[in-house]
């Protein structure tokens, strides 16, 4: 019942990632430091709530109220939690007296998504349990503010996976959102890592970036962005001819790719979200996503969330994760190789823990690097006009200058979320001049 937990790179020919990412990559052990949250579980837009202070509802006690082993209310039996702290559960059984579990449908640090039959609302729905552990739960409590926060500023469509309801069950918070389809991620993989079609990447980045300006406008950063943090709002998709194929893919579906039916997509994952402040520097993003200042120790801020947008966007055209490393060293070596070198005003602020990756005032590469290999998937690497040249027909030079303008080093220069939505491939102005 349990999914298979990767944590390391699997074989080279086989699936080249784990099946979700931790969000602060393999590197770093580090989880963002809790803030002040709400203590109150509530059904979000709805009558009704119950407040922590005062009696806790019958069907979030759990012990006593067994009754040779099977709950008057319908709860499973108690269970202890596995070793890392996450709820163990049979599916079948209930969450509460309101939800049924019907599937998993992902993992991540945080906890387990669950797909559960809300009796009440009488749909499905998609139940995060987060682990039952003290910085796990803090950093929930934070997420369901920025959930609560987001909801309350939609006018409709912002982009953000919708929070329906919370509650504290056995020392798990669990989070209750509208039930989504797979995430872009997922889907590549299934896929075979074959690129999106062009028009698909321009709804998805559209999408994606008002998102992220919907969110920066509220003064919230994202801070982990990624593929599979953001998912299709429906699993439908068709089977299309695909001339150039797969050499990933099996023999007798290379010439076969899925298109999603619906371009629409929703970001989720808010518990790494963080309101701005001055003197942020500590490390965030999953490694493939992460921006050069955050690398660098130069501090962030928005600027972080439209480098992932950048990356993420090569990869839908792609299919592939464009900075394939797990190393700081390498991964800068590689974003000189695709973007040029990184500007001298940059290297010469870096910070004492990244001062080891310069010398002479320049990025002490190749002589610093690794292995033969790694100096090898450096090289491995085009230029960015030439990685989008090889994978997208129509459209590619506003695509180009559009990532040119999202993956600036100097976070300042970078475009704004806003500013990319007026951008050509956005606008088709170019069409009509
Ligand atoms: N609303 C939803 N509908 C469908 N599936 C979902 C939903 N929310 C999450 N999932 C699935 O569960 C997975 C884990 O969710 P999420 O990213 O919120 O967990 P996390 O523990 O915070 O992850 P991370 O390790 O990135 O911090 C997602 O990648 C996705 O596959």
Known sequence: MEMERVTEFPLAHLDRRPRKRARLGWDVSQVPKAQ???????????????????????????????????????????????????????????????????????????????????????????????????????????????LQQLGKHDKGGNRCVQIRNW????????????????????????????????????????????????????????????????????????????????????????????????????????????????????IVSTRHYRAPEVILGLGWSYPCDIWSVGCILVELCTGEALFQTHENLEHLAMMERVFGPLPQHMLKRIDRHAEKYIRRGRLDWPEGATSRESIKAVLKLPRLQNLVMQHVDHSAGDLIHLLQGLLRYEPSDRLTAREALRHPFFTGDHLRR
Not at 58 to 77: E, M, Q, T, Y
Not at 78 to 88: A, N, P, S, T, V
Not at 194 to 221: K, N, T, W
Not at 256 to 262: A, G
């Open 167 to 282: 509650f504290d069950y056995r020392n798990h918070i669990c989070i209750v959102f509208e039930k989504l389809g797979p995430s872009l991620y997922d889907f590549l993989r299934k896929n075979n890592y074959r690129s999106f079609p062009i028009d698909l990447v321009r709804e998805i980045g559209r999408q994606l970036l008002e998102c992220v300006a919907f969110m920066h406008d509220l003064h919230l950063i994202h801070t982990d962005l990624k593929p599979e943090n953001i998912l299709l709002v429906s699993a439908d998709y068709i089977k299309v001819l695909d001339y150039k194929g797969s050499s990933r893919a099996p023999k007798e579906s290379s010439y076969l790719k899925r298109v999603p039916k619906s371009s629409a997509i929703k970001v989720i994952d808010f518990g790494s979200t963080t309101y701005e402040r001055q003197d942020q520097n500590y």
């Open 36 to 146: 002040v949250g709400i203590f109150c579980g509530q059904e979000v837009g709805s009558i009704t709530s119950y407040a922590s202070s005062g009696a806790t509802p019958d069907h979030i006690i759990s012990s006593s109220l067994f009754v040779k082993g099977v709950a008057r209310n319908g709860s499973p039996p108690w269970r202890e939690d596995d070793k890392d702290g996450h709820y163990m559960f049979a599916i079948g059984e209930n969450l509460t007296s309101r939800y049924k579990i019907h599937s998993k449908m992902g993992e991540g640090t945080f906890g387990q998504v669950l797909e559960c039959w809300d009796r009440e609302r009488k749909e499905m729905v998609a139940i995060k349990i987060v682990r039952g552990i003290k910085k796990y739960r803090e950093a929930a409590m934070i997420e369901i503010e920025v």
